[in-house]
């Protein structure tokens, strides 16, 4: 009954969602909205910093969507390349974190708070100013980007000349129109613009009325049943042979363990961020067989909804062995396999929970091999 009712509050509310009022688009030959925003930098921005550039470009974009992910270099460029000519080039993350489910997070390490921003900023060597709306949106919805990324150019007077697209495709081995490099370049010539729109591309903006959505989809969640079940040797080896095609995590650890107890939820987060891709988590706890209870317990109020394992037996050596012969030491134990079980990342010790999603970001499929590249740090 409490799943057939959080389905109908999904149901309700995704319509309630799709008739609201759409967020417009800033006009053409609209004066840029003010701004005053906290950077990655640690500093305010205001509109009026940027008054002396003759031209100005605000980008809305943010850290979670792979479709943004293939402009951070792109933005990079406009704001080295046009940079040396007085333009300024700033972007805007948007979105409101908490009107994003984690599961929307399958092809991010991380979601789109500011202090993940800055996170995203260090590890790709950004330079560009990188702005944070996401917990009031005033901004966003003065300009009313519908995607990510979404491009606003507005010349000297700051009237706005194009709003759209970067170029015209995300793989960059298809771009063929540079959209937003023709318009700047136009206005720095004094020449008339042929194009002053065009459509855009990317993950939509995630306004705060979808915080509903977020609750409803949270709700489903914890009314997920939670199993552990008893694993022997023999299950273990088939485990770690993981055959076929499947991405598996596989973590080791015990309630009497501090640091698993810490990461736990980290890893559950990394299962919910990725299940729809078809990757696994298995949590095998040490625990021994008549400890069940306590186990499950644990599991219970950590909502544990991935597959969950027991050692069947006290002979944690033998158990140890089966799965790996050279452990022999402590919990946690963590080992990321890959197809037909080759070793993708492994930790005895707390997992570098960053470094393990980009792993596992490098090597799943996806549709378009620029994603994993840019995971491989291509």
Same mark, same amino acid.
């Given at each position: ?38 950077? @990655? ?45 007085? @333009?300024?080039?700033?972007?805007? =993350? ?26 995203? *900023? ?16 005033? @901004? ?21 000349? *194009? ?14 129109? =540079? ?15 042929? @194009? ?29 049943? +939670? ?46 961020? *990725? ?6 988590? +298995? ?96």
């Amino acid at each position: 009954m409490r799943k057939l009712l959080t389905l109908a509050l999904i149901s309700m509310l995704t319509v309630a969602l799709r008739g609201q009022t759409s967020h417009p688009i800033l006009p053409l030959g609209s004066k840029a909205p003010d701004f005053s925003l906290p950077g @990655v930098d640690g500093k305010i921005h205001r509109l009026s910093d940027y008054a002396s550039s003759p031209i100005l470009v605000v980008i809305f974009t943010c850290d979670h969507c792979p479709i943004a992910q293939m402009y951070e270099s792109r933005i990079e460029k406009l704001y080295e390349d046009y940079g040396k000519r007085g @333009v300024a080039v700033i972007a805007i =993350q948007g979105n409101d974190p908490q009107a994003t489910t984690i599961d929307e997070l399958d092809s991010s390490d991380l979601g789109d708070t500011l202090a993940e921003m800055k996170i995203r *900023y260090q590890y790709k060597h950004l330079h560009y100013p990188y702005l944070y709306d996401g917990d009031t949106q005033a @901004v966003t919805r003065a300009y009313g980007p519908q995607a990510t990324p979404h491009v606003f150019i507005f010349d000297t007077d700051r009237r706005l000349r *194009y709003e759209g697209r970067v170029d015209n495709s995300y793989r960059i081995e298809k771009v063929a129109t =540079q959209d937003a490099r023709n318009a700047i370049d136009a206005l720095l010539t004094n020449k008339p613009l042929t @194009v002053t729109h065009t459509s855009v591309f990317g993950c939509s903006t995630k306004w705060s009325e979808k915080r509903a959505l977020r609750a409803a989809y949270e709700q489903k969640l914890d009314g997920t049943p +939670v199993t552990l079940d008893l694993v022997n040797a023999a299950g273990l080896k088939k485990l770690r042979a993981n055959a076929g095609d499947n991405y598996t995590l596989v973590s080791f650890w015990a309630t009497w363990c501090g640091s698993c107890v810490a990461e736990f939820s980290d890893l559950q987060d990394t299962f919910r961020m *990725y299940s729809n891709r078809g990757f696994q988590l +298995v949590t095998v706890s040490a625990n021994t067989p008549d400890e069940r209870a306590s186990v499950l317990r644990f599991l219970e109020r950590k909502h544990a909804t991935s597959r969950n394992l027991l050692f069947a037996s006290d002979d944690t050596a033998a158990l140890q062995a089966a799965f790996d012969p050279q452990w022999q030491s402590a919990v946690p134990y963590t080992v990321l396999l890959g197809p037909n079980g080759k070793v993708l990342y492994s930790s005895l010790g707390s997992v570098d929970i960053l470094e393990l999603r980009r792993k596992l970001l490098a090597a799943m499929p996806s549709d378009y091999i620029g994603f994993n590249k840019y995971w491989q740090g291509q």
